[in-house]
C-alpha cells in the first residue's frame, strides 16, 4: 500500500522562539495514531533544532531547498551534504516559488534531484500548472512537460526515494483550492503518465500529495480521492491544531 503523507511547508515563517514554540506543541498534539507520515520543512537555520526537539518522535523534517552543487563558492548556499550532516534526510524541490521567484527550471531541477539522490535523501517534487495553462487547457501538458524534463531521467529504483507533490499555482495560497474532483483527475493523470514512462508497479507505489489552499475543512474530501496520498501543506501548517486536524484527515 502506498504510504499516507502529510507534510508541513513553513516558507519563510517562524523565526527560533516561534518555531520551538510550534515544534513543542506539534510534539504533545500529534497523535501517534495518525495514518499519515508527518513531515514538517522548516527554514534552513532552525532546521537543526527542529531534528534535536523531534528526537524520538515519528515526526520528520525536511529541508525547503538546497543546492545541486557538492561544495565551493556558491554564497548564501546549502548542500546535500550539510543537510544530512545534521540529520535532514528528505528535501521539497521544485517549489513552485522557486521555479516563479528564483528561476529555478526543470534542467536545473535535474541536477538537484540527482544530487539529492546521490546522497541518498528523499525528494518532495514538487510541480503543478499556473491559472493560464488551465483556462487555457493546458494543464496536463504542462504538468506532464514538467514530470519529463524534471524527472523522468532517473532511474527505476530511485522511485523509492521519491515523492511527489501536484500544487496548482492558482491554489497556492489564495484560499482557493482544487476540488477534489480536479485533484483526483490529475492525480490519475499523474499516475498513468510515470506508469507509461516507467512501470504500473511504480506508478502504484509512488505517493502524489496534493497542496494548494488545504485547510481542515477540505482535507478530508480532498484525501478520500483514490489518488490523493495526502497533502503539503503551507498556510494551514504554521498553526498546530489546523495541521494536526489535517493530518487526521488522512
Ligand atoms: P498553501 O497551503 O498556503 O496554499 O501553500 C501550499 C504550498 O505551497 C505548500 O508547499
Partial sequence: MRKKIVAGNWKMNKNLAETNALLSDLKTKISS???AEIIVAPTFVNLSNAVEKLEGTEVKVAAQNMHQA???AFTGE??????KGIGVET???G???????FGETD???VDKVDTALKHNMSVIFCFGEELQDR???NHFSVVESQLQNGLFHINSESWDSIVLAYEPVWAIGTGETASPEQAQEMHAFIRNTIAKAYTQDIADKVSILYGG???PNNAEEIFAKQDVDGGLIGGASLDVDSFVAIASAV
Avoid at 546549502?78 to 543537510?83: F, K, Q, R
Fill in 33 to 35: 495514531s495518525s495514518k
Fill in 70 to 72: 557538492e561544495n565551493g
Fill in 78 to 83: 546549502i548542500s546535500a551534504d550539510m543537510l
Fill in 91 to 93: 528535501v521539497i524541490l
Fill in 95 to 101: 517549489h513552485s516559488e522557486r521555479r516563479a521567484y
Fill in 107 to 109: 534542467q536545473l531541477l
Fill in 135 to 137: 483556462k487555457s487547457d
Fill in 213 to 215: 489552499s488545504v485547510k
